[in-house]
């Protein structure tokens, strides 16, 4: 059995029967990874508060592991459960990344911290619903990547036992792990102690909606009728698909995904888009895409042959594939976010809103984004 698929059916859904849906696949002999490497888990944001922190942000935007399944399990402990089980059983080798934002400290630091960093992520680390975790996530071994919301973790790195990383690339070379908010014009735009002010107004902030999960056939030929039409229109008409997958789907066992790629595609190809300048620039325009010409471009000029780039910071679970200009695929995986909502897919084909709590699994030549929890039964 694939070592992708012994870990969904033998480790992950016997813990979330009915609650793994799939967000994306792409397996391809061109990303060329070793045989028999190590399962990679990619975990995105965060946003880890401290209970006090809640009581001053009411609008439910926050971390969303510690839901409980339907079982009355709590989420994000039952997934370390099962990484545990991976990681002890007999000839099994786990990596575990954490693309940034793990603490949310532009909403934890008050003006009574008076800038104290370490006073902030004591907080949040001691805290009864992330006690319990925090350690267990670093007994994995896991290497972090530090986010725009805890970017000063930089400044107590040498007193935490968990310091963090502006990016960092695999044990093997291939694959480049960045938070993402480099590419983020808006965030370059003004320092952190700005933003985290603009936070402060904003205590009633409600989660946002994020459409993730494979593509229908009918979807699908609609972007390309589309964009068949819209080159040979020309540019200078404000013409831009919409790119709006159909929601992750349930999965009962491995077998269901070869399925769902009878009738589905479970990434986007971005070569079929425009990736000039101003209004020739589809990524620009269409915020699936956001920033997929960023990141083509920093691999293009970067001296390393990556073919997998991995970040967080949008919260939105995406797998898009580009070419490298020597023909070889760059696989673009968004882990998405255990923070806001994403869609899940009901089996007669209605998309419906649930918390999102996402994660991104490589081995060999194959990457897959799973969704867990929030399915209705």
């Known amino acids: 059995m694939p070592a992708q698929d012994d870990f969904l059916d033998n480790f992950l859904l016997p813990a979330f029967p009915g609650q793994v849906s799939l967000v994306g696949k792409y397996a391809d002999p061109a990303l060329g990874f070793a045989e028999n490497g190590p399962l990679r888990v990619f975990f995105p944001d965060f946003h880890w508060m401290s209970a006090s922190c809640l009581t001053r942000y009411t609008g439910g935007y926050q971390f969303n592991g510690n839901r409980k399944l339907p079982d009355g399990t709590p989420l994000f402990a039952t997934f370390l459960d099962v990484l545990e089980r991976f990681t002890a059983a007999a000839g099994n080798v786990l990596e575990a990344y954490q693309l940034g934002d793990r603490y949310d400290l532009w909403r934890e630091l008050t003006a009574e911290d008076e800038g104290n960093v370490m006073a902030a992520y004591s907080r949040i680390r001691n805290d009864p619903g992330v006690s319990g975790l925090a350690p267990r996530v670093d007994a994995l071994g896991a290497k972090y990547i530090r986010g725009n919301h805890d970017n000063w973790l930089g400044k107590i790195e040498a007193q935490i036992p968990d310091p963090a990383f502006p ?33 402060w107004l904003c205590p009633k902030v409600k989660p946002g909606k994020h459409d993730i999960g494979p593509f229908s056939r009918s979807n699908m030929n609609g972007i390309k009728k589309f964009l068949a039409i819209r080159n040979k229109i020309g540019p200078h008409q404000g013409l831009y698909p919409t790119v709006r997958p159909d929601g992750a789907i349930p999965l009962a066992g491995s077998g269901d995904i070869a399925a769902i790629e009878q009738t589905r595609t ?78 899940i897919r009901l089996p007669k084909g209605q998309a419906y809103r649930a918390p999102s709590a996402q994660f991104g699994v490589q081995c060999e030549n194959e990457v897959r984004l799973y969704q867990l929890g929030g399915v209705i039964s």
């Not at 694959?175 to 603009?198: A, C, N, Q, S």
């Not at 960023?294 to 967080?312: A, M, P, R, S, T």
Request: charged residues 25%.
């Open 167 to 199: 990016d960092l690339e695999s044990t093997d070379g291939k694959i480049f792990l960045t938070h993402g908010h480099r590419y983020d014009t808006v965030e370059k735009l003004l320092p952190d102690e700005v933003k985290m002010g603009g936070v």
């Open 266 to 343: 479970t990434f986007l190809d971005l070569t079929q888009f425009w990736h000039g300048t101003d209004d020739r620039n589809d990524f620009e325009h269409i915020s699936y895409r956001t920033f997929g010409d960023q990141i083509l471009k920093f691999e293009q000029n970067h001296g390393n042959d990556h073919c997998l780039h991995v970040i967080g910071h949008t919260h939105h679970a995406r797998l898009l594939v580009d070419r490298l200009p020597d023909g070889n695929p760059l696989v673009i995986m968004d882990t998405g976010g255990w923070i806001e909502d994403c869609t």
